[in-house]
T-cell receptor, first 110, second 113 residues
């Protein structure tokens, strides 16, 4: 069965600093992978997705993620965070069903 | 814009009541999902449906059932509400292929007292 692990429950980062959120999955074949963001009081929004091809994918709001098969990882990055990036971020994996990780809360300090 | 509408933002029900949570999407999506979101646990899949009258159990189906009589509507039913079902419930929909974006409703915060 598939599963998704987000090792970091909470990350605090300074505005303008870089951000990396970790995601590990367990799944036999190459899965479909997603990152979603949930801003305070908002619904979930897709940031980016990977299902084949180039292992570095670009998303909205300046985010990117890299798929590494050897490490079963799909980490999300942003070179310079803005205060509006404070939110909860969810990694998700799909085989027959769409399953989410526990989420990472990002706090941005001025 | 895709719209996924959940009938209530906030709901308070008593233990033992039968509770219906409704979700409607307006984009003719085949797939629909119900999740519950709890702090520290993320989103956990309760049930999903890949077509009308089809349903599949997710990871935590116990105490829940679903109904999908029309393509645009996916209902979650708590047969006999219990306090441990107090949670945020999220509905999502998407077109058929698994690599497409899922669109989420705003959520229903259910409190069972």
């Amino acid at each position: 069965a598939q599963s998704v692990t987000q090792p970091d429950i909470h990350i605090t980062v300074s505005e303008g600093a870089s951000l990396e959120l970790r995601c590990n999955y367990s799944y036999g074949a190459t899965p479909y992978l997603f990152w979603y963001v949930q801003s305070p009081g908002q619904g979930l929004q897709l940031l980016l997705k990977y299902f084949s091809g180039d292992t570095l994918v670009q998303g909205i709001k300046g985010f990117e993620a890299e798929f590494k098969r050897s490490q079963s990882s799909f980490n999300l990055r942003k070179p310079s965070v803005h205060w509006s990036d404070a939110a909860e971020y969810f990694c998700a994996v799909e085989d027959y069903k769409l399953s989410f990780g526990a989420g990472t809360t990002v706090t941005v300090r001025a | 814009d895709v719209k996924v509408t959940q009938s209530s933002r906030y709901l308070v029900k008593r233990t033992g009541e039968k509770v219906f949570l409704e979700c409607v999407q307006d984009m003719d999506h085949e797939n629909m999902f119900w999740y519950r979101q709890d702090p520290g646990l993320g989103l956990r899949l309760i049930y999903f449906s890949y077509d009308v009258k089809m349903k599949e159990k997710g990871d935590i189906p116990e105490g829940y059932s679903v109904s999908r009589e029309k393509k645009e509507r996916f209902s979650l039913i708590l047969e006999s509400a219990s306090t441990n079902q107090t949670s945020m419930y999220l509905c999502a929909s998407r077109t058929g292929p698994a690599n497409t974006e899922a669109f989420f409703g705003q959520g229903t915060r259910l409190t069972v007292v």
